[in-house]
């Protein structure tokens, strides 16, 4: 189908749940071992209103990027396949220098050693992940 393995959708399903379930006793280890406090998911968590304005404007660059990558891969020769990974890049790289922001942040502004490498860590296991998605469609 398209030119994919059948067996990639296992692959796939397999490493997504194998992830989820890492994730989260991970998470839970590093949370008791630094002693931090749980966070909600998928909240804003800004020390101050400086680090706010830096968060916001890195994700509107990114989202700029990511419009741009949009209109290069559908204006590019349909047979060309080089622009075919500029989302997966985007987004990950927006992923690691919003979280590492947050992390100089904490380290720095807010005086939270324990939750920057906590933050760290996560983006540690996060990269790894997504690397492993990528591993699997070259």
Known sequence: MFGMDNHIWLT?????????????CFNAFMRRWLKVEK???FSFNFVNDTHKKIDRTIRAFF???ILIG??????????????????????MANFIVTDSIQ???EWKVAQKK???IFT???MLLSVAFFLSLFSIFI
């Open 120 to 122: 760290i860590s996560q």
């Open 70 to 91: 949009y209109f290069l891969t559908v204006a590019k020769d349909p047979l060309d396949d080089s622009f075919v990974f500029v989302p997966f890049f985007i987004l």
């Open 63 to 65: 989202v700029i990027l």
């Open 12 to 24: 796939l399903i397999l490493l997504v749940v194998g992830y989820s379930v890492l994730s989260i």
């Open 103 to 105: 992390a100089i942040m």
């Open 114 to 116: 324990n939750e920057a």
């Open 39 to 41: 966070r909600k998911a």
